[in-house]
């Protein structure tokens, strides 16, 4: 591996992601898991030692994934941190520093980055999957490890807590849910974190189908810290849920697009409902701000474009639709998977998604003015609420 003249030899690599492993347009542009200090112990790369290199498949501007982590880093969650990244492809006998396009880079959220924003490495992180919520399922800690997925070292004294901090979620009166949630974690900061993932439409979170997401236990406090990952597909698209105009329209009021019983519990609390609707305000009027954001794409446009612009003439396209709208949003085709038509010749064509599914070519600038002014009128009882679903027709 070569970057900024340093050679980095025996650097572990493997492939990454789902749909955004199928759905690479010409089998090159992949994503990777880099692991700096697998073959050689202790080394880092710019004080990392892991990190990955997400290709930015599902989303036409290639800039969706890092500016949704900058927004959860501005609301002050713990969120990973990102930078754009041009790669190149050599193959020994077959390609020579072939330019593969706009890469983002993200930071692996496991030892160091608990030790930069929680002061340890010790604790229990898991990433739970395949579920809605945070589920109870029993007293035994092995009945839970095929689904919350721990990382690292696990202690009993940790799941010990885990476990009854999901029973609590589950079981707890009332009363107590609204008194004692707080000994679990920040009430302010878990409203704080469904809620911008509402604002954003993200669907394949939490909120929605149960994963993209990491909680972590800190030994000392106690509480549970909810940490976003994944997020490729914010500001409305998640590829299954319809157009991006409607996930524009889904509802923050009733984030959950299937029933997730700590959201629920918490929203229709008496007293953390309402702090929960503060915390939407919060963030339409501190965050999430329509002039603040176009700002941001400005800058991260000047930067990108050249290297979008060299990646394929469909990576130019959409860019161009999306992020400079110096194409109408409907010029040309805009069918999934995207698949450029250079590579037709070579009969490669990716999969993953039916051919129901569509790039969505709104604006980005123009999908969060509407998300912030929908948002804005939902809290102020103006506009009707769509609750979010999955739904393949338009």
């Known amino acids: 591996m070569e970057s900024d003249r340093q050679t980095l030899t025996n650097v572990g690599v493997r492939f ?23 073959n050689t112990k202790g080394r880092k790369f710019h004080g990392i030692g892991e990190l990955y290199l997400n290709n930015n498949i599902n989303d036409a501007t290639q800039l969706r994934e890092s500016l949704a982590y900058e927004l959860f880093r501005r609301a002050g969650l713990p969120a990973p941190r990102t930078a754009f990244v041009r790669v190149t492809l050599s193959i020994p006998g077959r390609i020579n520093h072939q330019h593969l396009g706009l890469y983002t880079a993200v930071e692996v959220v496991e030892g160091d980055f608990l030790r930069w924003n929680f002061g340890t490495k010790k604790g229990l992180l898991v990433k739970p999957e395949k579920m809605q919520g945070l589920q109870y399922l029993g007293e035994d800690w092995e009945g839970y490890k095929d689904l919350y997925h721990p990382k690292g070292a696990v202690d009993p004294v940790d799941t010990r807590r885990f476990i009854d901090f999901v029973r609590f979620i589950q079981e707890a009166k009332p009363e107590e849910f609204r008194s004692k949630l707080k000994d679990s974690l920040d009430p302010e900061k878990f409203a704080r974190f469904v809620a911008l993932n509402s604002i954003l439409a993200k669907i394949d979170s939490f909120i929605g189908n149960g994963h ?35 996930q524009m329209e889904f509802s923050i009021l009733r984030p959950d697009a299937d029933p997730n019983h700590l959201i629920q519990r918490f929203i229709s609390d008496r007293s953390l409902g309402p702090l929960y609707r503060d915390q939407c305000s919060w963030l339409l009027t501190n965050v999430f701000v329509p002039a603040t954001l176009s700002l941001d794409i400005d800058r991260i446009a ?43 010749d070579a009969g490669y064509r990716p999969w993953g998604f039916p051919d ?39």
């Open 356 to 394: 129901a599914v569509e790039i969505d070519n709104m604006p980005l600038k123009d999908w969060i003015a509407g998300r912030h002014a929908h948002a804005l009128g939902q809290l102020e009882g103006r506009v009707r609420r769509t609750p979010p679903r999955p739904c393949l027709a338009q």
């Open 212 to 246: 993209n997401y990491f909680v972590y236990m800190h030994p000392a406090s106690h509480l549970a810290t909810f940490i976003p990952w994944d997020l490729n597909e914010a500001f409305g698209m998640h590829p299954v849920s319809g157009r991006s105009g409607r």
């Open 16 to 38: 990454k992601g789902v749909s955004s492993l199928v759905r690479a347009p010409n089998g090159l542009k992949r994503p990777f898991k880099l692991d700096f200090d697998r």
């Open 302 to 344: 000047a930067v990108t474009k050249p290297v979008v612009f060299a990646e394929s003439k469909r990576a130019r396209a959409d860019f161009e639709r999306t992020v400079l709208r110096t194409l109408k949003p409907d010029f040309g085709d805009t069918s999934q998977p995207r698949h450029d038509r250079e590579f037709k």
